[in-house]
């Protein structure tokens, strides 16, 4: 029986590879998985960028883009990037300000009046609009229904519409919404999540589509480091599997080497589910940086104030950790899942499809030596 996702977007093995950097999108591809890029910090010109560059260097394999339209914001989008950043307190500046101070690290770069990443979602069409001026062969949505112009631009344009829930509940509201692919993503996972584990999470989706009479793939999301857990969740029924968490410890990711060391030396306890980098719940490794706002007890700001505030200035920890400043190392953080205690070393990514092919057919192997 050939895989059902293979057919739907062309690839050879139902691999997702989610992935802000454009050179694992296009290692996986390559290798036979299907790499999808990460749009949410993007302008339209960054994207038009992004995509030409994989369309080169993806020797003709299929891949995909992600874009984050969220449901439910605190601020309306109709003002002005200027004005929705006048709205982040002083107060949450100036403790922003403390942190990089005590760490010895300078304020310059980290753009606190301003936050260099625009909120994406009034130029959601906009990158929708570039997407298919590519040859991309999935569009995926997280944070809420996928938008109707979102599910019309895909038909119109024949290419399928994926959502990423975190309960079974939303998996219903996006079928309604007639999205054509479920990525269920547990709470284990790397980036906004829920709070339900895949292998639970998993058996309810699909159950909850075949009682609503409906034919959608579901991809299994969360906690998905390797071959074994990929054939256990298709073992349950699904489709394939989405990862985030396992590319960032390849060489080719945009993690800083600071980080990715964090990853090897991290265990599966190590990470933590925090409104204090977005301002929505997201699993993210655990540091000096979630232990200073725990400890000054001090809320997270909704989004996308949070993350305006968050991102420079976790850009900046970064690139003084680089630099060898020991502070900035210990505040260094990014988003991971449960899964980061399973990683042993760095790789490539080509070599992680690769990996996970052989241990998909050697648990395929095992299961059907048990039938015998
Ligand atoms: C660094 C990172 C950033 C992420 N950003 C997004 C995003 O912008 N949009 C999205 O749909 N999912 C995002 N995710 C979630 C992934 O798509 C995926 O569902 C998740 O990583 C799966 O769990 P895993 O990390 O255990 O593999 C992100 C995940 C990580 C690790």
């Known amino acids: 029986m050939p895989f059902r996702m293979t057919e739907m977007v062309g690839c050879e093995f139902p691999l997702f590879a989610f992935s802000h950097c454009r050179d694992v999108v296009a290692a996986v591809s390559r290798a036979g998985g299907f790499g999808v890029v990460g749009a949410v910090s993007s302008t339209p010109e960054q994207l038009e960028q992004e995509l030409s560059w994989i369309d080169d260097h993806v020797e003709g394999k299929p891949y995909g883009v992600d874009v984050l339209i969220p449901e439910v914001q605190a601020v309306k989008m109709d003002i002005t990037a200027d004005q929705i950043i006048a ?65 019309e631009a895909g038909k119109e344009h024949g290419i399928p519409v994926a959502a990423l829930v975190g309960a079974k509940e939303h998996a219903m509201k996006q079928i309604k919404a007639g999205v054509d692919i479920i990525v269920a993503q547990g709470g284990e996972g790397g980036g906004h999540c829920g709070e339900v584990s895949t292998v639970v999470l998993i058996p309810e989706v699909l159950d909850a589509i075949a009682e609503a009479g409906a034919d959608i793939p579901v991809l299994a999301a969360g906690g998905i480091m390797d071959g074994r857990q990929m054939a256990g969740m298709m073992a349950m029924g699904a489709d394939g599997a989405w990862c985030g968490s396992v590319w960032l410890a390849t060489s080719e990711a945009e993690t800083t080497e600071v980080f990715r060391e964090k990853m090897i030396a991290a265990t599966s306890r190590d990470t933590v589910r ?25 809320p997270a700001l909704p989004m996308p104030l949070m993350m305006l ?33 399973m990683v042993r070393e760095q790789r490539g990514a080509g070599q992680v499809v690769q990996d996970f092919k052989e241990d998909f057919a050697a648990s395929y192997e095992r299961m059907m030596g048990l039938l015998e």
């Open 87 to 151: 709205q982040i307190p002083e107060k949450y500046r100036d403790f922003t300000r403390a942190i990089l101070r005590e760490a010895g690290i300078s304020e310059e770069g980290a753009n606190l009046h301003g936050g260099s990443q625009r909120p994406n979602t009034s130029l959601g069409q906009e990158l929708l609009e570039v997407s298919f001026n590519h040859p991309v062969r999935l569009i995926a949505n997280a944070l809420g229904t996928a938008p109707p112009e979102m599910i």
């Open 274 to 298: 925090s409104k204090h980098r977005t301002g929505k719940y997201s699993r993210q490794l655990r540091s000096e940086w979630h232990r200073k706002w725990e400890e000054a007890e001090i």
């Open 309 to 341: 505030l968050s991102e420079p200035t976790l850009r900046a920890i970064d690139q003084a950790s680089l630099n060898g400043n020991r502070a900035a190392q210990e505040l260094a953080t990014y988003f991971v899942g449960q899964g980061v205690g």
